[in-house]
């Protein structure tokens, strides 16, 4: 069966106002709201257009993490992902592990394609795809805003300092999402109670054989150093005078 | 005693100006050793650049016409059998460094530490996470080897030194994958400055409302030798090319003088800029978060403030 694996993993929304603990030991998540890492979003979503245009027939959607990840997965499945795996785990899981997980996944389920997001929007890593592919021995293809798969190639457009790579990758291989490369569906209401029948597996990391471990520790959180606010100018001349003083202009 | 290699940057023969950060990162390390890899079809150049960089005590090349476009596939396998040994393996937090890092990392079965802006020790470093709001500080246990990418934006470029360092060939045995070819690359288009190492930069949002009005930014940075960059709805509305993104998901600068013009000041946005020296923003909402970072703010319509400036600057020449 020609399958995509997709990751989501369950971030503190984009649009919530981020604040460090006053005793520096993580930033506040009680109460918060948390969503699909905008990136996986735009994973599943084009892995659900790869489907509707018949070049895929399953789409499996993987995320890491405690129980309450499975709040992502069944978005994700309302959004159309046809199954979701679930590994459960409270602890700490950094790319390399994530990593580990998701390749035993894809010993299990021979995907053509694994699509994840080029970074989580909370650890702001940006390894994980790249991570996978190196222990897959697969080829990447990182920041991409365009995706053409053509019998068992994909032609990928990618997002680069320089402008827009392509490059032209064998199948099965790994690809992370940019912002550009489509705009995600909205989740209908019955598309939401249909997600509900739809499978949900759970697995813990032990039985996937991997035991995640902390190599990179966590020793404190600081809020970033504030800008002081600056003056207000009235007109362009006085902004001139100001730059020009300043030997800016 | 710390061992870092580093992998060296470099487009049309020139080493790129990240690398010199990395190295100026590196060095903070107390007593490290720092090596410098360069990936090429003819290193020569490049390395002669990066064996003159202050702190550098060794070059080695690998010279292959496979690397004449560098792909993360095809160096990775090579960079890790020539990390062996390292204590550290540095990159810049370029798109270059960002994909190829991390599956240097996984070969070596090491941990990255992504964008790191400080150093505190050989094993203790600070790095920003969600886009800014927040900086961790991370350990390594003391032995542990460490893949690093380096945030350009928090680092100055190393001096270059009038002594050179050794360079030495090397021809790593892993084979280069066939499985990923490189097709093209949008050719650098214009001979403004660099977007990511500009000392000015002048930066339109939504508001400029269509490519063609994006023009009059072009004439304002000409005018000031300056660079232009763009927020994503810019961006995303084809305005402007992605490669003048600025911010979390696009490039994180630090110059002297940063313009905004018609940008709201998102989180995301700022967290690109918030190292510029001098912040500007122009808006028409007296109420837009940009002018809670800006230096000096102007509540105005950037139609009338951008012809206008560029004419003051013209005729006080
Ligand atoms: C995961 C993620 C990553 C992101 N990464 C980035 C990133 O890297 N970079 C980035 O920029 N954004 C990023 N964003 C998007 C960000 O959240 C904002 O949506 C974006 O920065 C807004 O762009 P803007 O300020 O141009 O547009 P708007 O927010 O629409 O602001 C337009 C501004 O122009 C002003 N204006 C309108 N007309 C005029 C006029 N005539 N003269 C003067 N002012 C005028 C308005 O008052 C307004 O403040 C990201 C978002 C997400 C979710
Ligand atoms: N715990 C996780 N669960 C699911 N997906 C993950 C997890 N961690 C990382 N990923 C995927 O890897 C991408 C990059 O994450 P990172 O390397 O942490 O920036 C994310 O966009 C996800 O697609």
Known sequence: MKRILVSIKRVVDYNVRIRVKPDGTGVITDGVKMSVNPFDEIALEEALRIK?????????????????????????????????????????????????????????????????????????????GQMLAALWGRPQATFASKVEISGDKAQVTREVDAGLEVLEVDLPAVITTDLRLNEPRY???????????????????????????????????????????????????ELFTALRGKGLV | MSKILIVAEHQGGKLNAATAKCVHCASQISGAEIHIAVFASDPAAVAADAARLAGVSKVITVANPQHANPMAACIAPQLAELAQGYSHVFGPSTTFG????????????????????????????RRPIYAGNAIITVEVTPGTQLVATVRTASFDAAQTSTSAAAIEGASPS???????????????????????????????????????????????????????????AAVDAGYAPNDMQVGQTGKIIAPELYMAFGISGAIQHLTGIKDARTIVAINKDPEAPIFEVADYGLVGDLFHVVPELEKLIASNG
């Open chain 1, 52 to 128: 509707e245009k018949g070049l895929a027939e399953e789409i499996v959607a993987v995320s890491i993490g405690p129980a309450d990840c499975q709040q992502q997965l069944r978005t994700a499945l309302a959004m159309g992902a046809d199954r979701a795996v679930h590994v459960q785990t409270d602890a700490a899981i950094e790319p390399g592990s994530a990593a580990k997980l998701m390749l035993k996944l894809i010993e299990r389920e021979q995907p053509m394609l694994a699509i994840l997001g080029k970074q989580a929007i909370d650890d702001d890593c940006n390894q994980t």
């Open chain 1, 187 to 237: 989740v209908k209401l019955p598309d939401i109670m249909k997600a509900k029948k739809k499978p949900l597996e759970t697995v813990e990391p032990s039985a996937l054989g991997v035991s995640p471990v902390e190599r990179l520790k966590a020793v404190k959180f600081d809020p970033p150093s504030q800008r002081s606010k600056g003056v207000m100018v009235k007109d362009v001349g």
């Open chain 2, 98 to 125: 960002k994909d190829l890092m991390p599956r240097v990392a996984a070969l070596l079965d090491a941990p990255q530490a992504s964008d790191i802006m400080a150093v505190e020790s050989a094993t203790r470093f």
């Open chain 2, 174 to 232: 892993a084979t280069l994958p066939q499985h990923t070819r490189f097709v093209s690359v949008s050719a650098a288009r214009s001979d403004r400055p660099d977007l990511q190492t500009a000392k000015k930069v002048v930066s339109g949002g939504r508001a400029l409302a269509s490519a063609d009005n994006f023009k009059i930014l072009y004439q304002l940075a000409d005018r000031m030798g300056a660079a232009v960059g763009a927020s994503r």
